[in-house]
């Protein structure tokens, strides 16, 4: 059973609060309205339950929502969202960096902790870190200011024979896969050249650190990056 959510105070939202919030931000709830049922698949809750509670957090200034045509974040939401959001990401990067845990291990972590952590270890962690403009997992980290850097990046299986690409984002909701390619050295910073694709069989030959291997386009799936303008490879 669904626990009852508290959002009636504006200055510390609930933990479910800051997951609605962190979830529609990822959905795109910046510029445009996000489906009920998207946020559900998302949080895997039921749809009725998330109706309910856009209406709660619409009425506390959190969103603007109207059914039927979804929910989009307000000012309010928005910051409460990339507070967030920062906190988790610092976290990610602080666990890899300090504490050695890998790429695979940080998510669920992070995830808990980014609920309890004042501004003050906040601030800490942040300047400990030097301030960083990415996570472990290359994903833009907002600033103190909720300012959060928007790249054109592409999916690795959009790119061709010839092209050399560097990973700048991988996906981090799939330890298992996290695990594989990390295994492959298909993280953020990796360069990897394009070899030969194989349409009707999904199939492409790359280079990455040296190391010449094939793999279907689902083995890439998560992994964003851009064209490389570095000399060689990895």
Request: proline share 0%.
């Given at each position: 059973m669904e626990k009852p959510l508290n959002i009636s105070d504006p200055v510390t939202p609930s933990t479910a609060v800051?997951?609605?919030l962190k979830t529609i931000h990822a959905l795109g709830g910046v510029d445009e309205r996000v489906s009920p049922n998207?946020?559900?698949l998302k949080l895997t809750?039921?749809?009725p339950s998330v109706s309910g509670m856009l209406r709660r957090l619409a009425d506390g200034g959190w969103i603007e929502y109207q059914p039927g045509k979804g929910a989009q974040l307000s000012e309010k939401g928005k910051t409460e969202a990339r507070r967030v959001i920062r906190r988790h990401r610092l976290v990610e990067l602080f666990l890899t960096r300090v504490l050695g845990?890998?790429?695979s291990e940080v998510d669920q972590e992070a995830e808990?902790?980014?609920h309890a952590i004042s501004p003050r270890l906040e601030e800490a962690l942040a300047n400990y870190l030097g301030e960083p403009d990415e996570d472990c997992h290359g994903h833009p980290i907002p600033s103190v200011n909720g300012e959060l850097v928007t790249r054109s990046l592409k999916p690795l299986t959009?790119?061709?024979p010839g092209q050399t690409v560097l990973i700048r984002e991988v996906r981090d909701d799939n330890p298992a896969r996290l695990k594989r390619w990390m295994e492959l050295g298909l993280i953020p910073g990796t360069q990897v050249q394009f070899v030969k694709?194989?349409?009707v069989l999904d199939l492409f030959e790359i280079e990455a650190k040296g190391r010449v291997m094939q793999l279907p386009g689902l083995a890439l799936s998560g992994l964003m990056g851009e064209p490389s303008n570095r000399v060689g490879h990895d």
């Open positions: 800051q997951d609605y998207d946020i559900a809750v039921t749809a845990l890998d790429l808990a902790l980014e959009s790119f061709r694709r194989e349409d």
